[in-house]
């Protein structure tokens, strides 16, 4: 079309040369095949799954759900343990079938996910997924360690046990979506890197629960992203940047154009947009995609590439002496303006 700007869009992520960065994140968007066409009218180059639990897997291992109501009263402890069947919309074999619907709707790569934190026969689901007709697999490493025996290495090595025995079985190439909570986060990206993952995605999120004072009650509550949770995923961006072969995704926070611009900039290769999409429907990725094109035409940019990494700590001699000065002058900035106020 007369006009129309061009530009390069175009990167790499687990492998796969997507025409652009945003793609839509793990959601309940993906339920609904008419929905899953729309994000790819949209321009979705790829389609992301939300998770196949570890819980739902095991509860199906365990016994029917006829069979585990027959025998309710005698071991109603060790059922409190797994989800009602109607908390998940998808169980197992739906959600095998779902991703082989969905591979069969779309032209794009369909990136399917298990979520879970043990080391089990769930995992072979991994290999299903791959037979269904998934193109690559996200591990959603979803732990909140509360056992005051368990130590760090030990939550480390669990999950590096899931992935040999993930990559063990699949040929599809396997993203690991990481909490920010390790102790260590850049040198377990590495050992997760040595084990041949192929991308990590940065973060998963916790939901908080909330505290019901009147009915003392834990109530579980939803909150959807803003841009502010952007800001945790740039710093892990940047500092991993240029120091892994895996690829890198920002999850969380992005919500306009320009939040795709900073998530690229600090070094991701592909941005996951929930939040926005939940909120503003399927069409919300074309536009996402337009503001990111406008603001590198407006900035003279002539790729995607020259922008990758730009911002990253790879670009900085001392990384580690650029935080700490960082820090001390965010602390300072405070000080400094109370002091003109007065």
């Given at each position: 079309?007369?006009?129309?700007?061009?530009?390069?869009?175009?990167?790499?992520?687990l492998g796969f040369r997507l025409p652009h960065p945003i793609l839509?994140?793990?959601?309940?968007?993906?339920?609904?095949?008419?929905?899953?066409?729309?994000?790819?009218?949209?321009?979705?180059?790829?389609?992301?799954?939300?998770?196949?639990?570890?819980?739902?897997?095991?509860?199906?291992?365990?016994?029917?759900?006829?069979?585990?109501?027959?025998?309710?009263?005698?071991?109603?402890?060790?059922?409190?343990?797994?989800?009602?069947?109607?908390?998940?919309?998808?169980?197992?074999?739906?959600?095998?079938?779902?991703?082989?619907?969905?591979?069969?709707?779309?032209?794009?790569?369909?990136?399917?996910?298990?979520?879970?934190?043990?080391?089990?026969?769930?995992?072979?689901?991994?290999?299903?997924?791959?037979?269904?007709?998934?193109?690559?697999?996200?591990?959603?490493?979803?732990?909140?360690?509360?056992?005051?025996?368990?130590?760090?290495?030990?939550?480390?090595?669990?999950?590096?046990?899931?992935?040999?025995?993930?990559?063990?079985?699949?040929?599809?190439?396997?993203?690991?979506?990481?909490?920010?909570?390790?102790?260590?986060?850049?040198?377990?990206?590495?050992?997760?890197?040595?084990?041949?993952?192929?991308?990590?995605?940065?973060?998963?999120?916790?939901?908080?629960?909330?505290?019901?004072?009147?009915?003392?009650?834990?109530?579980?509550?939803?909150?959807?992203?803003?841009s502010s949770e952007l800001l945790l995923r740039l710093r892990w961006?940047?500092?991993?940047?240029?120091?892994?072969?895996?690829?890198?995704?920002?999850?969380?926070?992005?919500?306009?154009?320009?939040?795709?611009?900073?998530?690229?900039?600090?070094?991701?290769?592909?941005?996951?947009?929930?939040?926005?999409?939940?909120?503003?429907?399927?069409?919300?990725?074309?536009?996402?995609?337009?503001?990111?094109?406008?603001?590198?035409?407006?900035?003279?940019?002539?790729?995607?590439?020259?922008?990758?990494?730009?911002?990253?700590?790879?670009?900085?001699?001392?990384?580690?002496?650029?935080?700490?000065?960082?820090?001390?002058?965010?602390?300072?900035?405070?000080?400094?303006?109370?002091?003109a106020v007065m």
């Amino acid at each position: 079309m007369k006009g129309e700007t061009i530009m390069d869009l175009s990167t790499t992520y687990l492998g796969f040369r997507l025409p652009h960065p945003i793609l839509p994140g793990a959601s309940p968007l993906v339920d609904d095949l008419d929905t899953v066409k729309r994000l790819e009218d949209a321009g979705a180059p790829a389609i992301v799954m939300h998770s196949l639990f570890e819980e739902q897997i095991r509860r199906e291992q365990v016994a029917t759900s006829r069979h585990m109501d027959t025998w309710s009263n005698a071991h109603a402890e060790a059922l409190s343990y797994f989800p009602e069947p109607t908390d998940f919309v998808l169980g197992p074999e739906e959600y095998l079938e779902q991703v082989h619907k969905i591979k069969a709707t779309v032209q794009v790569p369909v990136i399917a996910s298990l979520n879970g934190n043990t080391d089990g026969g769930w995992l072979t689901y991994a290999d299903l997924l791959e037979e269904a007709g998934a193109d690559a697999l996200e591990l959603n490493v979803y732990a909140l360690p509360t056992d005051l025996d368990e130590s760090s290495e030990l939550l480390e090595r669990r999950t590096l046990q899931m992935i040999w025995t993930i990559k063990s079985g699949i040929r599809i190439p396997v993203a690991v979506k990481l909490s920010p909570f390790y102790t260590a986060l850049a040198h377990f990206a590495r050992r997760l890197d040595d084990h041949g993952v192929e991308g990590l995605v940065l973060f998963n999120r916790f939901y908080q629960p909330d505290l019901d004072v009147e009915a003392l009650e834990v109530t579980p509550t939803l909150r959807l992203s803003d841009s502010s949770e952007l800001l945790l995923r740039l710093r892990w961006l940047a500092i991993l940047h240029g120091r892994l072969r895996a690829s890198l995704a920002a999850s969380g926070g992005v919500h306009t154009g320009l939040d795709a611009v900073k998530a690229l900039m600090a070094g991701a290769d592909a941005v996951q947009v929930v939040s926005a999409l939940l909120k503003k429907g399927p069409e919300r990725l074309r536009t996402l995609r337009q503001e990111l094109e406008s603001w590198l035409v407006e900035h003279e940019y002539e790729s995607l590439d020259q922008l990758r990494g730009s911002l990253s700590l790879l670009r900085c001699p001392d990384p580690a002496a650029h935080e700490r000065a960082n820090y001390v002058t965010i602390l300072q900035s405070w000080r400094t303006r109370g002091a003109a106020v007065m």
